[in-house]
């Protein structure tokens, strides 16, 4: 039995359902409740494929879908071997962005486009009969075959084709060889910069001072949560940035030396004096 270890990625607008589907297929659980994704939630699962021979452990990354935090993005994106691309049934502009956004962003990261497939999610929420819906199947269809790849009318609810889904994409996966080829200069951007664009940094940059994405995802989280942040406003108030900046360094200072936690709440503090609204 061969044993693999692969990272598959959640891409989509927000609310297009990714957190559902990959808590449904992690844990066959389901929540109406809509929390937005800060950075990137990561899940683990066993995949067993006995006629291939294989056992895959599948790393799932679902990441934040609103477009403000390219950074945050691409540095989640950094040695992917799949990728779902999710888009809502009940909003048609939402499939507009995968291929808009999203697969550029793929192969901006990857230098190409990793093994992908298609989810066309909430199909407990429409009439599949219906103009609208067949419309919708079509469409994605279309993209599906451009890029050699499938789709799956899907529902994080009802568990409809998510673990087929789920383990296509990590079948596909055992060919691609993640890379990871995104050099970013975080602290060398120049100017203005506004409240969104600064949180985005921030994360980046504890991504790489960290060198853990779990790790720097549930201090990024938690922190978010007591100041009252929230990652779908395009504005944040400097007060509330420089609360969630000195919360950081209270985690830091018990977790690395006294003088490098100083010094990554100065460089900090020193982009938060150009955030500009």
Known sequence: MKKYKKKILLLG??????????????????????????????????LSYPEEGLEINLMIADLIGQKGYQNTQKMNIMGANGAILVADLTRPETMNSLEDYWIPLLEEVLK???PIIFFANKSDLVDLEGEKAK???AEMLNMAEKYRSKFYISSAKTGENVEEGFKNIGLLSVGYEGQEVYGPELYDIKGEISSQRFLD????QLYMEI????FAHSIIKKQMNDVGLDVRNTVHPVDQLLQLVDKIK?????LLPTDLAEKLN???R????RVKD
């Open 13 to 46: 607008e927000g609310a297009v359902g990714k957190t559902s589907l990959m808590r449904q297929f992690v844990e066959g659980k389901f929540s109406d409740e809509y929390i937005a994704t800060i950075g990137a939630n990561i899940k683990k699962k066993e």
């Open 112 to 114: 190409d486009v990793p």
């Open 135 to 137: 419309e919708f199947r």
């Open 201 to 204: 940094l921030m994360q980046s």
């Open 211 to 214: 060198g853990s994405h779990d």
């Open 250 to 254: 209270e985690v830091e200072s018990n």
């Open 266 to 268: 100065r460089k900090r």
């Open 270 to 273: 020193g982009l938060l004096n």
